[in-house]
């Protein structure tokens, strides 16, 4: 059974950094893209960054403002994001989807960026 476990949500202050984890099991994970995607309380699900099966493409959301890179180890079958200087409106459930089959999601990690 496909699953997908995200981790490392938490508080931190304003310009602070955190790194997230989605460790994914269940299929063939070097195979596929990955991404992550953050919901704010009252918001639409919003992509933030996404990165192909090898690693060598990258995309991100605009509002990330270069703050936010994505990586995977395909060794480990894990995707990160690695947040940093973070603000209060990153706030949000972050979760990590594999496009693989009709798209497997997580059930996301809490980031809440306050003073």
């Known amino acids: 059974q496909v699953q997908l476990v995200e981790s490392g949500g938490g508080l931190v202050q304003p310009g602070g950094s955190l790194r997230l984890s989605c460790a994914a099991s269940g299929f063939t994970f070097k195979s596929y893209t990955m991404r992550w995607y953050r919901q704010a309380p009252g918001q639409e699900r919003e992509l933030v960054a996404s990165?192909?099966?090898?690693?060598?493409?990258?995309n991100y959301a605009g509002s990330t403002k270069g703050r936010f890179t994505i990586s995977r180890d395909n060794a480990k079958n894990t995707v990160y994001l690695q947040m940093d200087s973070l603000k209060p409106e990153d706030t949000a459930v972050y979760f990590c989807?594999?496009?693989?089959?009709?798209?497997?999601w997580g059930k996301g990690t809490l980031v809440t960026v306050s003073s």
């Open positions: 990165i192909s099966s090898t690693g060598g493409s990258t």
């Open positions: 989807k594999a496009l693989y089959g009709l798209g497997y």
